[in-house]
């Protein structure tokens, strides 16, 4: 069974520019999220997407949206980038809210760059 | 607010020994507290989890030891190993459906030397 996958591995972006993000989640699998992975700060949850609709938002500007499309993969985009938004920019998905444990599986990740 | 600690923030154990990382929550809501490893270049990998029902799971080397009156929970590896050089992330989330985010401590950068 195929985990959940990113592209691009790698993204490099000059600041003010416009960043996207994908991610396709383990199959039967409705919730993704994102969290933001910046050095020395640890993981910190982005957005929380499920069967289409945003469910959840942390404590991030606005410039920073997705959205979720009918076949379940998500796409993250980070707009007017600034240089602190260089991070590794990791996926998750699990079940169905309400469904189990929930347990979220992660992707390898995006390195996004701003110079 | 960081709602979960963790530490040390690194860790040295000699092969064979026994590592020992531990975290303490604020928030009495969590009810799902698991651990991830995570290798460099790649993303987090859940290695067990527990629920506050029960004070200790194990599955194999790993062990989640869970204290709910003093809100704190720990991770053990036991007979430590070279390929279990990682960084290691607790975390913890309420499972009732409408926040299913996952609140992590800062990390612990585990080195195990022969």
């Known amino acids: 069974e195929a985990g959940v996958t990113q592209s691009p591995t790698h993204l490099i972006k000059t600041r003010g520019q416009q960043a996207t993000l994908r991610c396709s989640p383990i199959?039967?699998?409705?919730?993704v999220y994102w969290y933001q992975q910046a050095l020395g700060l640890g993981l910190q949850f982005l957005l929380w997407y499920d069967e289409g609709e945003e469910r959840n938002r942390g404590n991030f500007p606005p410039r920073f949206s997705g959205r979720q499309f009918p076949n379940y993969s998500s796409e993250l985009n980070v707009n007017a980038l600034e240089l602190e938004d260089s991070a590794l920019y990791l996926c998750?998905?699990?079940?169905?809210?309400?469904?189990?444990?929930?347990?979220?599986?992660f992707g390898p990740g995006t390195r996004l760059t701003v110079l | 607010q960081q709602q979960v600690k963790q530490s040390p923030q690194s860790l040295i154990v000699q092969k064979g020994g026994i590592s020992i990382i531990n975290c303490a929550y604020e928030?009495?809501?969590?009810?799902?507290f698991p651990w991830y490893q995570q290798f460099p270049g790649k993303g987090p990998a859940l290695l067990i989890a527990?629920?506050?029902?029960?004070s200790e799971k194990k599955e194999g080397r790993f062990t989640i030891s869970f204290n709910k009156s003093a809100k704190q929970f720990s991770l053990h590896i036991m007979d430590s190993q070279p390929g279990d050089s990682a960084t290691y992330f607790c975390?913890?989330?309420?499972?009732?459906?409408?926040?299913?985010?996952?609140?992590f401590g800062t990390g612990t950068r585990l080195t195990i030397i022969p």
């Open positions: 199959s039967g699998h409705t919730s």
């Open positions: 928030n009495t809501a969590f009810d799902y």
């Open positions: 975390a913890a989330k309420r499972s009732w459906a409408g926040n299913e985010k996952l609140t």
């Open positions: 527990i629920r506050p029902d029960v």
């Open positions: 998750a998905s699990s079940l169905a809210m309400g469904r189990g444990r929930n347990e979220q599986f």
